[in-house]
């Protein structure tokens, strides 16, 4: 099934999606999408509820999202779910958010093998609780030969700490100073072997990075949308690929450069 018949199949026909949908430029895909998942508290906050529940809508955005990205043809989708300093909220917060990841890792992983995704984390998972780094394994280890759409979770994750982590590995790996250069570096971070992110989206409409991917982000089109990340659904991800789509890479030159179809 091509990418767009596989896109129409999970959408009812006459669905005001099926016409965005058949927008897309197929040939000239974001190989990698990293999201910035923002606003979930707020979310909450319009509805005088406690900020852990806009966390637990946000989980419906993530199952919605990792689908479509997968179903469009995307090879990573990369979402930011907990930050190093997101230890600086209320600990009730921070153990709640811990539990809806193991929830979700447990009724999402069939999901993940039916659909091909290859599950893996990027941060400092040997800090994480040993309960949840059992189940992170487990959703490793058992989609570790799938060969479909690459998610990484972002999990006790930090742009800086990567890249003292990679300078750390480096320097253990014995590499030469005179050896070391932008494409021998970038093995040493956690997205080693993986294309940088062609479109970064944050959600909740604030303008930073907070931290993330800094060094992979190095030449990815911003995409910001006041959408709160509960709300966040199928028909985000179609706009935020169109008007990426729709923008002209120079990487620096005086052209436009084409997209690279199949970059991974
Ligand atoms: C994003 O929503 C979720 C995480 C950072 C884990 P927030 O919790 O940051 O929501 P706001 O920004 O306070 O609305
Ligand atoms: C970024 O959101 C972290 C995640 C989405 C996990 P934050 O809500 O923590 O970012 P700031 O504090 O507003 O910059
Ligand atoms: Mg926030």
Not at 248 to 256: D, F, Q, S, V
Request: proline residues 5%.
């Amino acid at each position: 099934m091509s990418p767009l018949d596989s896109v129409l199949a999970s959408i009812p026909s006459g669905h005001p999606d099926e016409a965005l949908a058949r927008q897309i430029n197929f040939e000239r895909l974001p190989a990698h999408v990293a999201i910035i998942m923002d606003g979930n508290g707020r979310w909450a906050a319009q509805r005088h509820l406690p900020r852990v529940e806009g966390h637990r809508a946000g989980i419906d955005a993530v199952r919605d999202t990792v689908e479509t990205a997968a179903r469009l043809g995307i090879d990573v989708l990369t979402l930011y779910a907990f930050s190093l300093e997101n230890w600086k909220r209320p600990a009730a917060e921070v153990s709640t958010l811990m539990l809806l990841l193991k929830r979700y890792l447990r009724s999402e992983l069939q999901t993940l093998l039916t659909n091909n995704i290859q599950f893996r984390v990027i941060g400092r998972m040997e800090e994480l609780a040993p309960d949840i780094q059992d189940e992170l394994r487990t959703a490793i280890d058992r989609t570790v030969k799938n060969t479909g759409m690459l998610f990484n979770i972002a999990l006790n994750y930090g742009g800086r700490a990567e890249i003292v982590d990679a300078a750390r590995r480096a320097i253990e790996s014995g590499v030469r100073p005179q050896d070391l250069d932008e494409a021998r570096f970038a093995g040493f971070l956690y997205t080693a072997g993986q294309p940088d992110p062609d479109l970064l989206i944050r959600t909740s409409g604030e303008m930073r990075v907070s931290n993330y991917l800094l060094w992979q982000i190095a030449y990815a089109e911003i995409y910001v949308t006041e959408t709160l990340w509960p709300d966040f659904r199928r028909r985000h991800l179609f706009e935020a690929v169109l008007a990426y789509q729709k923008r002209e890479r120079r990487y620096g030159g005086i052209n436009p450069v084409p997209a690279v179809i199949g970059a991974q």
